[in-house]
């Protein structure tokens, strides 16, 4: 069964067709490209009209916000239509990096939210240090409806709980692999498997034996062989779950074999 790598910044790479080639060889079918302003996301939107198991979301990342505009917003939408978008994201609050002011982060992700629930489209969210107020805003703004995934999971169990009551999913990154995560290897555990997606959000978090360097598509099979053993159960199922999960979430294409 081929992997779907549901969260990678293609427009941040190099050589995007070869490393999409390099993918495809590791057994990564899909990948999921996704846009944090209106510039990226259009760049995403043309690689899933040119590259072959390419999908795109649009979005406004936290730490973007301060450019938001409804001229952004009416910009992103028809994006969205016009290159048949998968998610909306990647959205949020960033209250780590804090790059943008918050209380732009929050207009910025409600806007997207509300977009996401016009559009009929799941949500990509982004959470640094702001579990709490990304699942409020999430659930006041009935976002169940559409659902979505917290990409790069970083809380802890009973987050991961939360997350999964409100109808979303975990994405689970190359941060798996690394020595320090026993808690995320635990936590994986008590998530069903219906809930658990693959990513790379490459060129960032490279996963063990890539770490420090650039992150590419193809890595995604590191953090899918690292979520099998942390499950005990085989790379054939958590490919199998992971593959469906993904397909069921975006409304992807069933793929060849
Ligand atoms: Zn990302």
Known sequence: MKLINTHAHLDLLNDPAAALDRAQKAGVGQVVTVGIDLDSSRRAADFSRELPGVFCTVGLHPHEAAKASPKLWGELKRLAL??????????????????????LQREAFAAQIGLALDLGLPLVVHDRD?????????????????????HCFSGDASLAAEVVSLGFSLGITGVITYKKSDELRSLVKTVPLTKLLIETDCPYLSPEPYRGKPNEPAYVSYTHQALAKALGITPEEVASVTTDNARRLFSLPHMED
């Open 82 to 103: 016009t290159a048949s978008a998968v998610a909306v994201g990647e959205c949020g609050l960033d209250f780590y990096r804090d790059l943008s002011p918050r209380h």
């Open 130 to 150: 702001a579990h709490a107020e990304v699942l409020n805003t999430l659930a006041k703004s009935g976002a169940e409806r559409v659902g979505g995934v917290v």
